[in-house]
């Protein structure tokens, strides 16, 4: 299990890890991503970037590290992941054989339809330009441009522009988390395509767990990539916005059908 974009074990995992390994016979194991909370990075890679395919691999990393344990069986070892992790975890399973249940929760799915929704055109432009001008002063060896992930102000830039992206991460400011990524992040996000890779997931199990009222990771998109997915598949369709499913009533029912996936699937 990994957390969304740019957020921290600490902001999410917690709740379903500890419900699962309370309910099933299994282990969970939870970490930051690479460059965010009790994570490093690499020696010249900037702290809190979010690069999709480094995170990707990352989790078959984590994979392995979990099979190298004596207490775990090394083959039956599920991914579980949320919005953005969520869409690695489509990938993940579609390359990573080792991989036997796909649990993915409101997952981004299309970082070009997400990013040019989320953004206006005159944003847009002013952003290529941005982009433009951090890579060429990276390659001259300048430290990164940075942006807000949320702002109290969404007509302020910010990588997760809509108002209950605010609301679930500022209860956080001030804490562990850290209110800034690098630009290039975003740059990535546009070009990341996780639903490319869904048909591919098959014969591995897949659960998707989509919220109806998404603005941050829309669910005619989610949906559109779930129909390309071959079966074994299973599809959740939750009532409420992107954040529902962390907390409350609408975790409960989610959580309550991602424990019985498990059950079949895996223990």
């Not at 659960?207 to 599809?235: G, I, Y």
């Amino acid at each position: 299990m990994a957390p969304g974009f740019a957020g921290l074990r600490v902001m999410g995992l917690e709740a379903p890890a500890e419900y699962f390994t309370s309910k099933l016979p299994l282990a969970c194991l939870a970490y930051d991503n690479r460059g965010f909370g009790e994570s490093d990075t690499k020696e010249g890679e900037p702290m809190r970037e979010v690069l999709p395919h480094l995170q990707i691999s990352d989790y078959s990393d984590a994979i392995t590290f979990a099979q190298s344990l004596p207490e775990i069986d090394s083959e039956n070892i599920g991914v579980w992941g949320s919005s953005y992790s969520g869409a690695h975890i489509l990938c993940v399973g579609a390359i990573d054989r080792r991989v036997k249940a796909v649990l993915s929760q409101v997952p981004l799915t299309s970082g070009w339809e997400n990013f040019h929704r989320a953004f206006r055109p005159g944003t847009i432009s002013s952003l290529n330009q941005a982009f433009k001008e951090d890579r060429l002063a990276r390659a001259q060896g300048k430290e990164p441009s940075r942006i807000p992930v949320v702002n109290e102000n969404p007509d302020n830039l910010s990588a997760l522009p809509t108002e209950d992206s605010y609301q679930a991460y500022s209860g956080f400011l001030g804490t562990v988390f850290t209110n800034d990524v690098t630009l290039k992040s975003l740059e990535a996000m546009r070009a990341y395509e996780p639903a490319a890779h869904i048909h591919r997931i098959s014969p591995t199990p897949l659960l998707m767990s989509v919220a109806d009222n998404d603005v941050v990771a829309p669910q005619d998109l989610a949906l559109q990539a779930f129909s390309l997915a071959k079966e074994p598949k299973q599809l959740k369709i939750l009532h409420g916005g992107h954040f529902e499913p962390y907390s409350g009533k609408t975790f409960e029912i989610n959580i309550a059908v991602q424990t019985e996936f498990l059950k079949t699937h895996l223990c």
